[in-house]
């Protein structure tokens, strides 16, 4: 690996370390100081040591949840690909099932998991459509702005070699919106993870929403707070897969993404 690239590689990693560390630094002179109580906003140290204690718990709740998250977020973004494809090529279609989208989109997640649990019982199922339900809509409004967005010269470029729908579908409009399907994809990572969570609150017995829920009944905001940080962890190396899935995919794509 050339010196410049391991050292911009260092530098990314480094420096979001550093920040952690000083916040974590500064998190736990600020509790010392001003001597708060351990039920309102434990030590750093506090937390660290009850993930280390009960990892291989917090790791089998994560892993529950994650799951959930997956399988959802798959699922969400199949359709909505599928359905923004439909909504680019018929204006009729959009038209007439958009509204059921917005309203979807509007109806808090919260005021569905109740709902969901009802239908499909306390099992994954409930949570997996819970995640799929909030991370649904990002996907489907940007596969239709991609495959919209096509710059006209290409277009008729295209044309003028009597290139048919499907040519010009797969060979100029997908790739074009590739970047905005990934920004969709990498927003969802982290919507998907809520709704597993928010599905957990309602009816479970594992998840890191169910421990957090436990934790809030009998005042364990050290476990609580562990938790929170299991589910951000998880969130992160989901955001950071599909970043990943995007720098192979979309090699051509230069611009300097988060």
């Known amino acids: ?20 560390g000083g916040v974590l630094v500064i998190w736990e002179l600020l509790v010392l100081i001003f001597n708060v109580p351990e039920y309102l906003v434990p030590k750093p140290t506090r937390i660290i040591s009850e993930i280390v204690t009960n990892f291989n718990s917090l790791l089998g709740h994560t892993g529950i949840t994650m799951l959930e998250a997956f399988v959802g977020f798959i699922i969400a973004n199949i359709l909505g690909f599928i359905i923004g494809v ?15 989208v917005i309203a979807l ?9 109740p709902l969901l649990v009802l239908w499909f019982g306390t099992s994954l199922i409930s949570k997996i459509v819970a995640a799929a339900v909030i991370c649904f809509f990002p996907i489907l409004v940007s596969t239709v702005k991609g495959l919209r967005i096509v710059d006209e010269d290409s277009l008729k470029l295209f044309k003028s070699y009597y290139a048919d729908k499907w040519q010009i579908f797969t060979r100029l409009r997908l790739p074009n919106s590739l ?26 017995n594992r998840g890191i929403g169910y421990v957090i829920l436990v934790s809030s009944y009998h005042l364990e905001t050290v476990r609580m707070f ?14 950071w897969l599909i970043s990943l899935i995007e720098k192979k995919i979309i090699f051509w794509n230069e611009k300097e993404e988060f």
């Not at 439909?86 to 059921?100: D, L, N, R």
């Not at 989109?105 to 998991?113: E, G, L």
């Not at 990934?182 to 982290?190: E, M, N, Q, R, Y």
């Not at 562990?226 to 955001?239: D, Q, R, T, Y």
């Open 1 to 20: 690996m050339p010196k410049k690239n391991f050292m911009i590689k260092l530098k990314d990693i480094g420096i979001p370390v550093l920040f952690s």
């Open 86 to 100: 439909i909504f680019a090529h018929s204006k009729t279609a959009e038209k007439g099932f958009y509204p059921y």
């Open 105 to 113: 989109k509007t109806t808090p997640i919260i005021a569905m998991a």
């Open 179 to 204: 970047p905005y399907i990934f920004s969709a994809l990498k927003i969802s990572t982290g919507l998907a993870v809520v709704g597993a969570v928010v599905g957990e609150f309602v009816g479970a």
């Open 226 to 239: 562990a938790a929170i940080i299991m589910s951000a962890l998880g969130g992160l190396v989901f955001f």
